[in-house]
């Protein structure tokens, strides 16, 4: 990633989309933020870090708000380096109650955390993949998370599958698009992250968002040579998940 580069992150407006939006505009980044959730806290933040920002409401799971969005941060950009494909629906349940059984859930439920956690990867890549091909180049950066069943328990297979399908959804992405130069990763946090709407005990007890340090900054400069691999921060370098 370079000074001026024009990155989009959806669900920015708090948590690890909050974090990658505030490290990326310490190096100099434009952003364009998106989200469901008001923008202004944020937007702020990051103007008073003396960044360039473009706020955007859209819903990742609606194609045609998520297509005007794009249409929007090409118009005011020109173009689009990067994008962080964050939104998502997350199993808090170090603070928050436990989703239920598959046999007990029900289907408007799973359709939301599956539309929104892989359906909304899907429309953003769909949408800025166009203008990336066009210029040649560019990067996304899909979120991973807690995929196993003894670690995670009972109530998290709806999240569980929809980031085991963005792993595959990367590596698809990444072979389509490696003659266009455009690099594709997934990013695994690699521990549960307590987010600013967590309890005070739970924040003492576990790592917040800052636990990333510049994962975002070394993922949107990741070689070629890594497009398509599920990566971790390691010792302050990329570590490709086997």
């Not at 892989?118 to 203008?131: I, N």
């Not at 069943?149 to 569980?160: N, R, S, T």
């Not at 963005?166 to 698809?172: A, G, K, L, V």
């Not at 003492?204 to 400069?221: H, I, K, M, S, T």
Request: hydrophobic residues 45%; charged residues 25%.
């Amino acid at each position: 990633m370079r000074t001026g580069d024009v990155v989009v992150i959806t669900g920015a407006a708090k948590g690890i989309g909050r974090y990658a939006a505030r490290t990326l505009a310490k190096e100099g980044a434009r952003l364009a933020l998106t989200d469901i959730l008001p923008l202004e806290n944020v937007s702020a933040e990051l103007q008073a870090l003396g960044a360039e920002v473009l706020a955007v409401d859209a819903d990742v799971r609606a194609e045609d708000q998520v297509s005007a969005a794009v249409a929007q941060i090409v118009k005011r950009f020109g173009r689009i380096d990067g994008l962080i494909n964050n939104a998502g629906v997350v199993t808090h349940f170090a603070w928050s109650p436990r989703w239920p059984r598959i046999r007990e859930m029900d289907r408007t439920f799973w359709d939301r955390v599956i539309e929104t956690n892989l359906g909304g990867t899907f429309l953003w890549t769909k949408h800025v993949l166009p203008h990336m091909e066009a210029r040649r180049a560019g990067h996304i950066v899909n979120l991973h998370g807690g995929t196993d069943p003894k670690q995670m328990g009972i109530g998290g297979c709806a999240y569980a599958v929809s980031k085991e399908a963005i792993r595959m959804f990367t590596r698809f992405v990444a072979e389509e698009e490696r003659e266009w130069n455009v690099c594709v990763v997934a990013v695994a946090p690699g521990t549960a992250i307590a987010t600013e709407d967590a309890p005070e005990e739970v924040r003492r007890r576990l790592p917040g968002p800052d636990y990333l340090e510049n994962v975002f900054v070394l993922a949107l400069q990741a070689d070629m040579a890594l497009t398509g691999q599920l990566l971790l921060l390691k010792d302050g370098r990329l570590t490709v998940v086997p």
